[in-house]
């Protein structure tokens, strides 16, 4: 299970709106003071990213909870959503220039392109109604772990 703090910030049914900081890896390196990259990520300061989880221990706003997903739907969906789509062009673009070879059109890397173009669509397609079935966008779905503290008087964080 990968794990993050959040801040619930909503709450709308079985899900919570959580936001979290983004934290650069250069805060714990022994070299942030003459590193380029540790320069940087202070300049820019943290980000903060809003979630939708669902909100199974009933948290309310204000709570600091753990949110964690499950690290094989993390690299199902990282597969999904990346390689799938790069493999479906690069098939689909293979396919067009053969094509173009056997339907004797002169400009096969245009066709190679066309092609290309329409397996990646057509794998982006694919992809969104995978996860969008409730069966398998409920895999994905990231979930309060456990509420880590509780501020009772905190009405509203937007």
Known sequence: MIEETALVIKCQDDYAWVETTRKSACDHCSMNKGCGTGAISKVFGEKRSRLKVLNNIEA?????VLIGIDESALLTGSFLVYLVPILSLLAFALLGEQMASQWLVENRDLMAIIFGLFG??????????????????RRFQAVILRRLSRQEDCQSIV
Do not use: F, I, N, Y
């Open 60 to 64: 309310s706003v204000g709570d600091s």
């Open 120 to 137: 990646l669509v057509l794998s982006m397609l694919w992809v969104r109604h995978r996860t969008a079935q409730p069966e398998h966008a």
